[in-house]
Each structure stands twice: as structure tokens, then as C-alpha cells.
């Protein structure tokens, strides 16, 4: 069975701090995976990976995939309030319907 | 804006009543889809729709209904609300390419 893993589920800072969330993915056929970001409403995309090793970033924000060991992190530094959110890892698998395959979400928390 | 309309936003609905959840998209995407978010479990798939006139079930179809007459239209339908269907819900749609998906703001359904 597909499936997505986050971890940790949930992990509180302070402004300031740098975080590392965890995504790991056992899927049939990978062709990419997203990164969203989602505050107190829809889910926002942040990035989308498809290759190993070519880190994607934007601003304070970046993410790197490695489909050998079958994970992506995403890295925020010098965390600020505002970042505080649910960030859902999610892998497309390729099938014809385009579905999406989610994990249950990180929750971060900046304190400030 | 452009992007994924979703009404109403709020629900309230007593067990055995019936409703539809609206969904429409601009973007002449042909994939579009239902989500339901509860908490903790990231997001679960309810049904798909590859193009007008083609839905099928994902993973929790049991108790919903849906059409796609249109493009633009992907109406989810509950028929005998139970308090197990308590919980947000999320339209959204893509193009089937590498660019992720676009979210609707959400709907949050209540059932007492």
C-alpha cells in the first residue's frame, strides 16, 4: 500500500530557530513530490520535487529530495511567527487520475 | 480570482439530513477532487474526476455521492448525514501536469 510519513507531527520553536520537517514515501511509481503549507484554511503549494538531489528554495524556505532513500526535507530558518502552520508532505504517484497521496502533516508552532 | 470556489463555507446539518457541497473551477482543469481533512489525519481522497462525465471513489467514498456534467463543476453530494461525516472539506483541482494542485478555501461541516 501507498503511503506518505511525516515526522515529527508536531514540533514547537522560537522565532529564530531553524526546523527540519521529514517526509519519507514508499509509493508504486513516484513522478514528483509537493510541499504545501497550510494556515487556517486551503493548503498552499510551496514546492514541488522531482529529481534527487537539486535543492529547491524560496526565501527562508528550502527542500531537497533523495528517491534513493526514499525521503524529502523541508528546512525553514530563522523561524518567525508567521510560519507557524500544518505542513503537508504529499507524492504523486503517477497514476492516471493524478491523485496526490498525503501524509498526516507536521505542525509547527513558532512561539515567539 | 481565478482558481477554486467552494460554498457553503460553514455547515451545520442534523443526522439524516442532505446536502451538497458546491465546487467550481475556472482553470479548465480536467482532474478535480474531494478531500476530507479531520484532525490529525491529514487528507483523506473521496472521489475523483478525470474529466466531465468520469468520477470514481477513492479512499473513503462511503456515504458521498458526486457528478461532473461540466468542466468547471464537481458538486459532492451527502445524502444521510451521520456524525462520522463531521469534518472539513476540501475541493481541489489540477491540470494533471507537475504543478500540484489548487485548494478551495474549504468547507466545515458540522453533523449533530
Known amino acids: 500500500e501507498d503511503k506518505v510519513v511525516q515526522s515529527p507531527l508536531s514540533l514547537v520553536v522560537h522565532e529564530g530557530d531553524t526546523v527540519t520537517l521529514n517526509c519519507s514515501y514508499e509509493?508504486?511509481?513516484?513522478?514528483?513530490l509537493l510541499w504545501y503549507k497550510q494556515e487556517k484554511k486551503a493548503p498552499t503549494f510551496l514546492f514541488m520535487l522531482t529529481s534527487s538531489g537539486i535543492e529547491k528554495k524560496s526565501g527562508r524556505l528550502s527542500s531537497i529530495l533523495d528517491k534513493k532513500e526514499l525521503f524529502s526535507i523541508l528546512n525553514i530558518t530563522a523561524t518567525q511567527t508567521g510560519d507557524s502552520a500544518i505542513y503537508l508532505c504529499a507524492v504523486d504517484d503517477g497514476g492516471s487520475q493524478g491523485n496526490l497521496i498525503f501524509g498526516k502533516g507536521t505542525k509547527l508552532s513558532v512561539k515567539p | 480570482n481565478a482558481g477554486v470556489t467552494q460554498t457553503p463555507k460553514f455547515r451545520i446539518l442534523k443526522i439524516g439530513q442532505s446536502m451538497t457541497l458546491q465546487c467550481a473551477q475556472d482553470m479548465n482543469h480536467n482532474y478535480m477532487y474531494w478531500y476530507r481533512q479531520d484532525p490529525g489525519m491529514g487528507l483523506k481522497l473521496i472521489y475523483y474526476?478525470?474529466?466531465?462525465?468520469?468520477?470514481d471513489k477513492g479512499e473513503v467514498p462511503n456515504g458521498y455521492n458526486v457528478s461532473r456534467s461540466t468542466t468547471e463543476d464537481f458538486p459532492l453530494r451527502l445524502e444521510l448525514a451521520a456524525p462520522s461525516q463531521t469534518s472539513v472539506y476540501f475541493c481541489?483541482?489540477?491540470?494533471?501536469?507537475?504543478?500540484?494542485?489548487?485548494f478551495g478555501s474549504g468547507t466545515r461541516l458540522t453533523v449533530v
Open positions: 509509493v508504486t511509481n513516484f513522478r514528483s
Open positions: 481541489a483541482s489540477s491540470s494533471g501536469g507537475l504543478y500540484g494542485y489548487t
Open positions: 474526476s478525470v474529466g466531465a462525465g468520469i468520477t
